[in-house]
């Protein structure tokens, strides 16, 4: 079976700057990480390929730098890392990522499943997964939580939902994106971290792939970010203490003042 995992390197601290010129991250000195729901994405493709055999490529799209995050995959068990990286693929938005992204998996040749991390943390959107499918014309299901049975023809999770789960069956070639629920990332083993460190890194460029220009990058992106900012900290509140009558009449007291109810 023939398996791809979609990661991101993202940010490894919340301690981010922002240029005020662009309004965009500041990346340069920031320790970058994979991100942790792709984690579980990872983990979760070599869980399969030990079950049913098969490769394990994880591909990703990003700055030279995102290579790193590749090899942290190999030295966990992945078999193969692509780079997604050109200059033409700079400020793209979910849409055109998952359109640049789609396009690096159709030249992986045969892809039975693609695997995601619910979301990314430095965005939080959950739209580059089932962007992806819907640009390769896939089925899919999001929020797995458990795959259930994987066959060469189909694939059976369980779905989190609000209250519980839905079972659900899928034709294949599909995607799923998953959540932390669905297993316990391992540790790279000694023999992984050495092998990542001499691992090829192979490089997806725009003109490796058959796209449209002008849906590439910032130029290719329907929405743009136009301002990003670092909320002021807010000061304490004031604190109550008091025997619980007197407490009570003070809350009140305060809860009127402010004109939050009348």
């Not at 023939?2 to 301690?15: D, E, L, M, S």
């Not at 240029?19 to 070599?46: S, W």
């Not at 098969?54 to 700055?63: C, S």
């Not at 999770?157 to 998953?178: A, C, K, Q, S």
Request: glycine residues 8%.
């Amino acid at each position: 079976m023939n398996i791809v995992v979609c990661i991101k390197q993202v940010p490894g601290t919340t301690k981010v700057k922002i240029n005020p010129e662009t309004g965009t991250l500041i990346r340069d000195g920031v320790e970058a990480v994979v991100n942790p729901f792709d984690e579980y994405a990872i983990e979760e493709a070599l869980r399969i390929r030990e079950k049913v055999g098969g490769v394990v490529k994880v591909i990703t799209m990003g700055p030279p730098q995102a290579e790193t995050a590749l090899r942290s995959a190999i030295a966990m068990g992945a078999d193969e890392a692509y780079l997604i990286s050109d200059r033409a693929f700079a400020g793209s938005d979910t849409w055109a990522t998952s359109y640049t992204v789609s396009r690096g998996i159709q030249t992986l040749g045969k892809v039975d499943l693609i695997i995601c991390g619910k979301q990314a943390i430095d965005g939080d959107t959950a739209q580059v997964g089932p962007g992806v499918a819907e640009m390769l014309g896939l089925p899919y299901v999001a929020w797995v939580r458990k795959v259930e049975e994987i066959t060469d023809s189909h694939i059976r999770v369980e779905r989190l939902m609000e209250e519980g789960y839905d079972v659900v069956e899928m034709p294949l070639p599909g995607l799923i994106t998953v959540v932390k629920e669905i297993n316990t990332p391992r540790m790279a083993s000694l023999k992984g971290k050495m092998k990542a460190k001499s691992a090829q890194i192979n490089i997806i460029n725009a003109s490796s792939m058959q796209v449209d220009m002008a849906r590439l990058g910032l130029k290719g992106s329907p929405t743009q970010v136009l301002r990003s900012f670092v909320p002021e900290r807010k000061t304490g509140g004031e604190k109550i203490k008091d025997e619980l009558p007197v407490m009570v009449d003070k809350l009140k007291s305060t809860i009127l003042d402010l004109g939050i109810v009348k």
